[in-house]
């Protein structure tokens, strides 16, 4: 499965951004797909996971209440709803998917099998 996120880009503290990861290719039911993030300054870190049949969603905390995962399923991707951005969620974010199963796991980068190229994200104070 190859991965390609968009939607990224500058927006002021408070906005709100849609990114969006289009899969070429079948991600299985079971499977988990999932969005990190990454800064020059930390390494690549869980924000948010769905299992691609939909049953759970998992957010890590400093982004529950703001963002929202979800799929689309007429055009076989994922979304990530930002909303009420804050200037330290400027980073590069990368969807992945894999043999991830359950929500306890899926901040576990080593497990993802598939990888996209990221999108920038930049919010400004």
């Known amino acids: 499965v190859q991965l390609v996120e968009s939607g990224g880009g500058l927006v002021q503290a408070g906005g709100s951004l849609r990114l969006s990861c289009e899969a070429s290719g079948r991600v299985l039911n079971s499977y988990s797909m999932s969005w990190f993030r990454q800064t020059a300054e930390k390494e690549r870190e869980f924000v948010a996971a769905m299992q691609w049949g939909g049953t759970y969603t998992h957010y890590a905390d400093s982004v529950k209440g703001r963002f929202t995962i979800s799929r689309d399923n007429a055009q076989n991707r994922m979304l990530l709803q930002m909303n009420n951005l804050k200037p330290e969620d400027t980073a590069v974010y990368y969807c992945?998917?894999?043999?991830?199963?359950?929500?306890?796991?899926?901040?576990?980068?080593?497990?993802?099998?598939?990888w996209g190229q990221g999108t920038q994200v930049t919010v400004s104070a």
């Open positions: 992945a998917t894999g043999p991830v199963y359950t929500s306890k796991t899926s901040g576990d980068k080593r497990i993802y099998s598939s």
